[in-house]
């Protein structure tokens, strides 16, 4: 099996309440139950490269998948989006109302409606 780079795996830093003790979390989500701890986030995040090499050498041991790191994928900003004639003729429309491309407009529109949905 390819060595896996152990930096190249998403960390998310949280910190526990007080009445939970105060300390700092880092956890992988890439790997179920990989995680461990610091007084400090920087410390958190130093100790959690060692969680993940040995998360993944216990499980090559056990003979079990690695997942890839999910931070390492690309993504090329293109897709194929097919819509009803109605739509794409509303969508040109107004996009050449306000004089924008209508990549700009698809764009612009589905960032809102994330930024809604999200909020």
């Known amino acids: 099996m390819p060595e896996i780079d ?3 795996y998403p960390v998310q830093v949280r910190r526990l309440p007080a009445d939970e003790g105060g300390a700092w979390i880092a956890e992988v989500p890439d790997l ?3 995680l ?3 007084a400090t986030q920087e410390e958190a995040f130093a100790n959690v ?8 050498e216990a499980a090559e041991d056990l003979g079990r998948e690695v997942p890839p790191p999910s931070g390492s994928e690309s993504y ?5 989006v097919r819509t009803p004639k109605s739509l794409h003729r509303r969508l040109a429309e107004r996009a050449k109302a306000e ?7 698809a764009v612009t529109l589905m960032a809102e409606g994330l930024g809604r949905r999200e909020a």
């Open 6 to 8: 152990p930096t190249l």
């Open 32 to 34: 179920p139950g990989c």
């Open 36 to 38: 461990s701890d610091g």
């Open 49 to 56: 490269r060692g969680a993940i090499v040995s998360w993944i």
């Open 76 to 80: 090329s900003g293109q897709w194929r």
């Open 99 to 105: 004089g924008v491309s209508l990549n700009t407009l």
